[in-house]
């Protein structure tokens, strides 16, 4: 896996892909690499920005501001003026809540968002940063790349099964992924509460019976569980739930259970 990204279809043969940054030369390198004899042009969006409203509040929000924004599904995106600019607007997110982003060029982004914090001082919105984002996506056992996803690992063993479909044809990497489907892998990702010691960082070195078991991929303490709680790979023979870990960071040891994901869902509104 080179990269975790969303693609909206915005009209026949027109799409807006979403990268990480971080990852941005990489993907297009591949884009462009892999686009073959077939006539497509990929542009890259100028002073392209993105702001995320996100929670159970966050929709009810937004229809202050647009009363069209509810009638997106899940995963939809549509244009909508807000103010005096428009924005491209999404009902997607990365912190196991509901919510939406919203993506236009950082000149017309920033009006938007002065808006979106006055109309969500009735809401108790509060501006968070990435920080804040990766310890929710946590919870929710969302797999963020350079974490649980890398070009070590492959989605099956991320458990992206549902990402992959054998049945629609040839794709890049499908003979590599059957055969892994068939053979089995070694390692997969696994979710772990931390019962005693303190909150496992990423890059904490795991130990199952005294035997050096894999690595900590993500780790946080939980606001909402309210409780240290991370994800590693580890041995697929490793029990679903239950085994006891010891994760040693630096000087200070750990004690751990695995658990299975997610350690948070949303209730269903």
Same mark, same amino acid.
């Given at each position: 896996?080179?990269?975790?990204?969303? *693609?909206?279809? !915005?009209?026949?043969?027109?799409?807006?892909v +979403?990268?990480?940054?971080?990852? /941005?030369? &990489?993907? =297009?390198?591949?884009?462009?690499?892999?686009?073959?004899?077939?006539? *497509?042009?990929? !542009?890259e969006?100028?002073?392209?920005?993105? +702001?995320?409203?996100?929670?159970? /509040?966050? &929709?009810? =929000?937004?229809?202050?501001?647009?009363?069209?924004?509810?009638?997106?599904?899940?995963?939809?995106?549509?244009?909508?003026?807000?103010?005096?600019?428009?924005?491209?607007?999404?009902?997607?997110?990365?912190?196991?809540?509901?919510?939406?982003?919203?993506?236009?060029?950082?000149?017309?982004?920033?009006?938007?968002?002065?808006?979106?914090?006055?109309?969500?001082?009735?809401?108790?919105?509060?501006?968070?940063?990435?920080?804040?984002?990766?310890?929710?996506?946590?919870?929710?056992?969302?797999?963020?790349?350079?974490?649980?996803?890398?070009?070590h690992?492959?989605?099956?063993?991320?458990?992206?099964?549902?990402?992959?479909?054998?049945?629609?044809?040839?794709?890049?990497?499908?003979?590599?992924?059957?055969?892994q489907?068939?053979?089995?892998?070694?390692?997969?990702?696994?979710?772990?509460?931390?019962?005693s010691?303190?909150?496992?960082?990423?890059?904490?070195?795991?130990?199952?019976?005294?035997q050096?078991?894999?690595?900590?991929?993500?780790?946080?303490?939980?606001?909402?569980?309210?409780?240290?709680?991370?994800?590693?790979?580890?041995?697929?023979?490793?029990?679903?739930?239950?085994?006891?870990?010891?994760?040693?960071?630096?000087?200070?040891?750990?004690?751990?259970?695995?658990?299975?994901?997610?350690?948070?869902?949303?209730?269903?509104?």
């Open positions: 896996m080179i990269d975790d990204i969303f *693609i909206y279809r !915005l009209e026949e043969e027109k799409y807006l +979403i990268v990480n940054a971080s990852r /941005k030369e &990489v993907d =297009l390198a591949w884009m462009e690499s892999n686009k073959k004899n077939y006539a *497509i042009t990929i !542009l969006a100028p002073y392209a920005a993105a +702001i995320a409203v996100q929670g159970p /509040k966050a &929709v009810n =929000l937004m229809t202050d501001l647009s009363d069209d924004i509810p009638s997106l599904g899940r995963n939809q995106m549509a244009e909508f003026p807000i103010g005096d600019y428009s924005a491209l607007v999404a009902r997607t997110g990365y912190t196991g809540e509901d919510g939406v982003e919203l993506f236009a060029p950082a000149g017309h982004l920033l009006p938007i968002s002065e808006l979106i914090i006055k109309a969500g001082l009735k809401w108790d919105l509060k501006p968070c940063g990435l920080g804040a984002r990766d310890t929710l996506r946590t919870e929710a056992a969302y797999p963020l790349y350079g974490h649980e996803l890398d070009e690992h492959t989605s099956l063993q991320a458990g992206l099964a549902w990402v992959v479909s054998f049945d629609k044809g040839d794709f890049i990497g499908r003979d590599a992924l059957v055969k489907k068939e053979q089995g892998f070694r390692e997969k990702l696994y979710g772990f509460k931390v019962e010691g303190g909150v496992a960082r990423p890059g904490g070195q795991i130990f199952i019976k005294g050096a078991a894999g690595a900590v991929t993500s780790g946080t303490f939980s606001p909402t569980l309210g409780i240290p709680i991370g994800i590693a790979y580890l041995p697929t023979k490793t029990a679903e739930s239950g085994e006891k870990l010891v994760i040693q960071q630096g000087t200070r040891e750990f004690q751990a259970v695995t658990v299975k994901p997610p350690f948070y869902k949303r209730e269903k509104r």
